[in-house]
């Protein structure tokens, strides 16, 4: 469904613009510019929905070309995020509302994925809703949104509406009121224990009413307490085998996995960050040293350890850039 947001990214650095282009290619349709006056001719040309752009940049820099297509009512309607250093978030672009959220640069590749994802989610989500059918019901599957994305994609747009998840017979109603959760059922289940069941949901269909109301009132955390409560009650289920073996682990797993895109993410301690806190810091812990292999016998080479791999794919996926 993200594929029919267009995505702009503007960055100077080849290498950092190549690395975010593969990375969020799958989520959107990817338009890359290396400098502020390339991209200005290219979003003319096709208005984007969304503009990733470095700060500094040698000639127009990212917030003037921010200014320049926000002055364009042809290309003004799209969100922004800045990649910029602390100091300048700090000191020039975050009290002149240049952007809509901001990314801090040194950051993960990771992490600068999952929050310019939940940008995308929401961009679908509002481009889902005007071009709804008549009777005003936005309809997808949870292939494609994820109960977690859209949650949070409901509470990013501060959306009131009423969301219908089924699945296989079962149905889940939840209400939202500005983009927190005021009312949910499934079942014979109430408020916070109705959404905490369906969060593990990895299929299934949903359907958006945005005219859909409620005067109840059964849910007592707002909805990032009730992801994170909802995530560590099912990290809990696959450690302590309260479910049979194979359905916890399987359940558990697409669950973290979809909390990992979405930017709430899981411990084998079972505590959650905060997925707008600040990024995490750009360094890492240094590893402890490998043990000193034995002297290998007299005309035969030592063996070379071999590098885990999955410590490979992690540090893969994790790449700092600046």
Request: aromatic share 4%; proline share 8%; net charge negative.
């Amino acid at each position: 469904m993200a594929n029919n947001v267009k995505l702009l990214l503007v960055e100077d650095n080849p290498m950092v613009l190549g690395m975010l282009q593969q990375a969020l290619s799958p989520l959107a349709t990817v338009t890359s510019a290396p400098d502020g006056a390339d991209a200005l001719m290219k979003a003319v040309d096709d208005p984007p929905d969304l503009v990733v752009c470095d700060y500094r940049m040698p000639g127009m820099d990212g917030r003037q070309l921010v200014e320049k297509l926000k002055s364009r009512p042809a290309t003004a309607n799209f969100s922004a995020v800045l990649m910029a250093s602390k100091a300048d978030i700090a000191e020039r672009l975050s009290q002149q509302d240049a952007a809509d959220d901001y990314l801090e640069k040194p950051f993960f590749l990771r992490d600068a994925t999952r929050r310019i994802k939940r940008m995308i989610d929401r961009i679908a989500l509002e481009k889902m809703a005007k071009t709804a059918p008549s009777d005003g019901v936005v309809r997808g599957n949870l292939a494609q949104m994820n109960v977690i994305d859209l949650m949070q994609s409901l509470e990013m747009g501060r959306k009131s509406c009423q969301l219908s998840l089924t699945n296989e017979g079962d149905r889940c109603e939840v209400f939202f009121v500005e983009g927190q959760v005021k009312h949910a059922t499934y079942g014979a289940l109430v408020g916070d224990p109705a959404v905490f069941k369906v969060l593990r949901w990895t299929g299934g269909n949903f359907q958006l009413d945005f005219e859909g109301k409620t005067d109840k009132q059964t849910t007592e955390l707002n909805t990032q307490g009730l992801l994170m409560e909802g995530l560590r009650l099912l990290d809990e289920s696959q450690r302590d085998g309260v479910e049979s073996e194979e359905p916890a682990a399987t359940s558990a797993d697409a669950a973290t996995s979809a909390a990992a895109s979405a930017g709430v993410e899981t411990n084998s301690a079972s505590t959650f960050s905060d997925p707008f806190a600040a990024h995490p810091p750009a360094y890492a812990p240094p590893e402890p040293a490998p043990p000193t292999p034995a002297p290998a016998a007299p005309g035969f080479a030592a063996p070379t350890p071999a590098r885990p791999a999955s410590k490979e794919k992690e540090e893969e996926e994790d790449v700092l850039l600046g």
